[in-house]
């Protein structure tokens, strides 16, 4: 057992130690801090000493660690416990000698010695932390375990540093492998917490593989802990909040001189800053509070917002309970950063459609948001060549992820803000036209897909295939956007194909789910929900706020969906097979979001529109035919997903955040072909493309 640092410093063991860490040790990145062997070091123990035990609480340890000269006691608190004990004592046994009857001072004596007052708060503590395991074992037995999945598959972990909103994404600095870190000791009998040193040997999001000091290559005790936990802690942590160290047990007579060991394990390697553990704190303030109004789209009519209030707030995203809820339960989740939520005001000002609300004031304790803590959009200068109403690009659908499509601007509002229709499934009042900024990553210009090799899903009913975008402009007697006025900045975001996150699932965004990037496009993410089809997947910016790191889920205490077995797929797959063939095979937008059994979650949000007949609409006029949606056990559907207080719920998604990288040539004749640029089309940097007049 260790008490932490000590003023002790051998010369001679400290220059071999140190030599023999830089042959053993894997060169890390200078930022970390460096263990140094300078006098500011661990009270090793002297292996030749022996054990020793505490004659004042029974705790076992290397005997150079203890307490005194005589190495009687393992701290001064203990030391002066048995003296003062010894007295009592003394005064007892005069008593006793004398034969006087007792006093109260004798009586207050004679009560329950502190050494068996310890022993019995040790062994509540032992029955506590045994109660404590025994819980974890049952959650982690039920609930999904990102460390068994990455390990029997191999797989990797998108770093923190790729999501920027997410705690410590800007601040998680060079913590790599071969870090060193403090632990609690798991593979130890004492009935009280104790630490030990581990390195860090697999990286994968917020979640750490370590392995205890001294198992050198043997991997049978190593164990996932998240890095941002609270009993987790650079090297130096014991000494100065006077915890003790104790060796595993598997390898607690491996060596005869741990100081030795340690000092040339720990001689030159890197640890975490001391100020991680409130960093990863202060990371997790969240300006948004409960009872704050703001402005978010109507998932019943995506063309408009309503006024929402704050219900709660767990790791940045919001619970929004829409104002005119009398029993809140007609809610939307997104992340405080979301495109989707704005200031109070917001619609006014850039003349988008808004549904006032019946209630003519606010209540009690609700205020509206400052404008300043919303998401910023890069500004745009209108004045000149700018987007045009009945100008045709190309856009993700808000209610099916999956499927770019062609499109149509169909209203130029303020500030840059675009409405959007999908072309051949519009509602004639324009109820489902969405709101993209001009710098949005979710629209792109004519030929984008082609150029991509990205199947561009034409609009519905259109039977000229395979779509052309010369021969739909010359027939529909319009125009491409301009490329120019697209966003063209690609960030360098880290992500790599195969690569492991947690993802929302945007058409259920209460759900957060176990996904795979698959797919790479300059700054566009093709995110795979495992053990789900294909047809579930999602296009996502790589600066979305709805994807998280490996272990965000942990981390902030939300409920994480897994990877959806074979079985309970087939079962809720097979009720909707006859439907899908009804569907135009021309057209694939608009598909179901898709919906699993999962944990106590707040509320489900309502399903997803689509009709049967050549367009879709959410006004409220046409009869809606219901959509092959996957189905669950009647008993199951009803406790996790309330029925839809309307047919004509859902849940969009959009984003503003900037675009991908394209280089443009000015189209001056009305036929033009597409021409793939040079650049690798899925790599992480900038990609370029052509637009080549024809004769």
Sequence with gaps: MFDGYDSCSEDTSSSSSSEESEEEAAPLPSSLPIIKNNGQVYTYPDGKSGMATCEMCGMVGVRDAFYSKTKRFCSVSCSRSYSSNSKKASILARLQVTGKPPTKKAKVLQKQPLVAKLAAYAQYQATLQNQAKTKSAAVSTEGFNWGNYINSNSFIAAPVTCFKHAPMGTCWGDISENVRVEVPNTDCSLPTKVFWIAGIVKLAGYNALLRYEGFENDSGLDFWYSICGSDIHPVGWCAASGKPLVPPRTIQHKYTNWKAFLVKRLTGAKTLPPDFSQKVSESMQYPFKPCMRVEVVDKRHLCRTRVAVVESVIGGRLRLVYEES???????????????????????????????????????????????????????????????????????DPLNLSTICVATIRKVLADGFLMIGIDGSEAADGSDWFCYHATSPSIFPVGFCEINMIELTPPRGYTKLPFKWFDYLRETGSIAAPVKLFNKDVPNHGFRVGMKLEAVDLMEPRLICVATVTRIIHRLLRIHFDGWEEEYDQWVDCESPDLYPVGWCQLTGYQLQPPASQSSRESQSGSSKQKKKTKSQQYKGHKKKRKMPVGKKPVSLSSLPMTGGVRRSFSGDEELTPPPYRTLPAQTALEAFPPPRTSQEFSPSLKTVTTLQLKEELIDGEDYSFLQGASDQESNGSANFYIKQEP
């Design 326 to 396: 009398e029993d809140r339960t007609d809610d939307f989740w997104c992340h405080m950063h979301s495109p989707l939520i704005h200031h109070i005001g917001w619609s006014r000002s850039i003349g988008h459609r808004f549904k006032r609300s019946d209630i003519t004031k606010k209540q009690d304790g609700h205020f509206d948001t400052p404008p300043h803590l919303f998401a910023k959009v890069k500004e745009v200068d209108q004045s000149g060549e700018w987007f045009k109403e009945g100008m045709k690009l190309e856009a993700i």
